[in-house]
């Protein structure tokens, strides 16, 4: 059927097809399966009906940073092309918290609370995706009229065996660590909840694996047809190991000050570069190929193609006069305090990681660890030309690692093994 | 606090507490806990509030038989004793049916059926249980207001690991078999019936073992005192091997004829005696005792104490007077006949269970297996008294017992190894 469908294209349409497949497929971990993706192309060019694409959204975290803009871009590229993008406001289960009391984190909203939170997602998302092709859904509106009598019949649609192949509930049968019953149930309702969207399409996190499978899973026992699931990589953070988040404090926020945005990618370990470049910008997939391109070969310096990678990112959610000008002000601390190459270089045996209070002594910038702190407090330190936000942070040491204390005392680091 | 409530006490009532636990511990295969027991009948006692008995019931399988009259012959001793009997009529379930459709078995039904089937049970109970002091209940009361909210906080108080250690579901994951999630929503609600009826006592048989601890279970949960649970024997029906069942056609039931009653309860095997002298009849505790010992040594003949076990069961449910009737009935077929001691005798060769056509075909009693089965079908044959119902029917063979067909044609088997 899907063939069939195909067939009736015209070859401009099959290329139009082929097109967007490429688009979407393009910086995805995975798409499962890809020929679903095409048929669904296919149809939606024949009927003229857009794709429903479905995002769903924890209401309790509503700070969204440069991690989340990896999906919305993907989201993006699907508007550009006329097609609806779902926003699921995970509310239901917001609302209940949890049930054992065991997770402080997972704590109860009000209705109020999660209102506002799905006002602040919207209102930051619309930042990267048109506002005008978002549907905002809240899942109480169908789970809490959800009877017992309706649980089991969806609970009839699954095995145990399926919901134990999730890799956390594996790894703690595992370790023999308790599951509570009550956890089967996000997966049921994530599920469920694209069986009552008619949702075409599924993003998510690697980590979001099962989860998203869910979807497929149900609407399939529900006799609808089923979502593609499209899964994209996780950028890690600042610190260049673990996944950008707010908790970690290693994030770029999407609403943050231009100067700050500029300086924190500046810190970006050269190794992530070309993640973000790909996950982050908007660049064009040519551009993207180009300057990645450009850095292999030494065409272009890595200071530089930072530079541009800020300069985009400030320009995506700030515009090009604040981008402009948070790359002018940058350059000219370093210039007006002392050029790059007139720093004095510290030579640095090992490497590895070492909090923030210990480096700066060490390093004999300040005298003591108490001056240390007092200082970070006060903002007066900067780690490749971000403020240090935190006492407690941990360093990854890096050759030709800035470190700046007050205005004019800097330094450089020289790594050797 | 148990100690303490029972210190209060005078020491008739202490004697009192220790009468009634000796009482309802006689015949159960397992209390759980004693102590607990004998903490709510001082506490009753004190008080003057009556204890509550659980027993749950299967909605679609109203036909009572002997097997059933375990347990109520133990809720009648509570109710003797002034407590309360609640006959708990699992019609939620009965109602939903089985939702992946693969247990025939489990046939959903409708509103009139439940009412129906539960009507039949309280008036086949009556014939066991003072129906003044029952309370009939029916669980889709609470279970169909539950929400899913309801259910999530139900699940966030049991853990996966606690209900896979159910035999039944160990065994299908140690067989690599599925378990569909709804299954384990059975022993919820089950536990959660205990919650909402403030149970203090379930019964049930052995084989319910897992689901009635699930009420001390969740009672425990949601803060409230927790049910102690009676577990009685299971009572194997006329084959000596199988619990008896409708479905396996080894049952007396309990609205049988009263010559049926008896004329079954004359087939069956001596092993099984001692068995349904303390489960199956309300013999006083002596009674019973002395009359096990009898048969152990010998002063009693097992014909004669499978006489007063007839008699004694059809008193039960049809009165004195139709005991008398059908022990006479029994005795004068036999008598008028031929007396047992001038049945002919046919030696056996071997032993175990034979299809019973071929039994009376190689006995010489019937030309054929069509012929046998003809006789069958017309109710002409008789082992031990117990007409033949089925011409499928596997005979398990024992010495002594005596075949009839027809009015006139006896045989006695001598078995020899």
Redesign the interface.
């Known amino acids: 059927m899907q063939q069939q469908q195909f067939d009736q294209l015209t070859t401009a349409e099959k290329r139009e097809v082929e097109r967007q497949l490429h688009l979407y497929m393009d910086g995805a971990e995975e798409v499962i399966p890809p020929e679903e993706l095409r048929a669904k192309l296919a149809k939606s060019i024949l009927t003229g009906e857009p794709l429903k694409i479905k995002l769903g959204l924890d209401p309790s975290a509503p700070d969204v940073h440069l991690g989340h803009t990896v999906v919305l871009n993907k989201l993006r590229q699907f508007q550009e092309n006329g097609h609806i993008v779902q926003l699921l406001i995970g509310d239901?289960t917001g609302k209940?918290g949890?049930?054992?009391g065991k997770s402080a984190a997972r704590k109860q909203l009000t209705d109020e609370e999660v209102r506002r939170n799905a006002e602040t997602y919207f209102q930051q998302f619309g930042k990267v995706l048109d506002q005008n092709k978002v549907e905002l859904h809240y899942n109480s509106k169908w789970?809490?009229?959800?009877?017992?009598?309706?649980?089991?019949?969806l609970?009839?649609?699954?095995?145990?065996?399926r919901?134990?192949e999730r890799d956390d509930f594996e790894e703690r049968?595992a370790m023999?660590k308790?599951?509570?019953?009550?956890e089967?149930?996000y997966p049921?309702?994530q599920g469920y909840d694209s069986v009552v969207l008619d949702s075409d399409i599924e993003l998510g996190g690697t980590d979001q694996h099962f989860n998203v499978l869910m979807g497929r899973h149900f609407q399939e026992k529900y006799g609808k047809e089923k979502q593609v699931v499209i899964l994209m990589p996780l950028l890690e953070g600042l610190d260049g190991i673990e996944k950008m988040s707010k908790s970690k404090n290693n994030y770029i926020g999407i609403d943050e000050d231009p100067h700050e945005m500029f300086g924190k990618t500046m810190s970006l370990p050269d190794s992530l570069m070309k993640k973000y470049i790909h996950l982050a910008t908007d660049l064009e997939a040519e551009e993207k190929k180009r300057l990645v391109k450009d850095l292999e070969t030494g065409a272009v310096h890595p200071r530089d193609a930072k530079m541009l990678l800020g300069k985009t990112i400030v320009n995506m959610y700030h515009g090009s006069k604040a981008a402009e000008a948070a790359e002018q002000q940058f350059k000219k601390v370093f210039q007006q305090n002392s050029a790059p190459d007139n720093i004095t270089a510290v030579h640095w045996q090992g490497g590895g990681t070492v909090p923030v209070t210990d480096l700066l002594v060490t390093l004999e910038l300040l005298p003591s660890k108490s001056e240390a702190r007092r200082m970070i407090q006060n903002g007066g330190v900067k780690i490749n030309g971000a403020k240090a936000e935190s006492i407690h942070a941990d360093i990854a040491l890096e050759h030709g690692m800035i470190i700046q204390v007050g205005k004019r005392k800097f330094v450089k680091l020289q790594m050797h093994q």
């Open positions: 239901f209940i949890d049930p054992t789970l809490k009229r959800l009877t017992l009598e309706d649980v089991i019949e609970a009839g649609k699954i095995t145990v065996a919901l134990m049968i023999q308790p599951i509570s019953l009550h089967f149930f049921l309702m």
